[in-house]
């Protein structure tokens, strides 16, 4: 049984959110964000935003009621945390970073 894991390990699976947690991705995790930091652009769950908050707490915060509102966020690759999807592969329909391209997508064609 599950017991006292934290709600965001328990909900975390290998679902692609539209909104992923901009932390727990660059760490390897999954997790849906619900809070967006307009001044830091990253996207963060329930547990991440505690950890932004006790260092930035005058960052302006934006819920998910207003993600209309959420500005562009970078992508980052899950294979190699921190490097940025910068280039989409349309061989294999999906974006990537450059190490991946140098890796895994050598003939890909950059859009």
Known sequence: MATGLRASVLHAGDFEY??????????????EAVYFCQ??????????????DRFYRRHPILGTEKRDFWGKVKST???????????????HGHSCCVECQKELHRTIRVI
Do not use: A
């Open 39 to 52: 001044n830091c652009t990253r996207q963060f769950c329930g547990l991440c935003i505690k950890q932004h």
């Open 77 to 91: 690759c899950k294979l190699h945390p921190g490097e940025e999807m910068m280039v989409f592969c349309r061989d």
């Open 18 to 31: 539209d909104y992923p947690c901009t932390e727990c991705q660059e760490h390897g995790l999954n997790s």
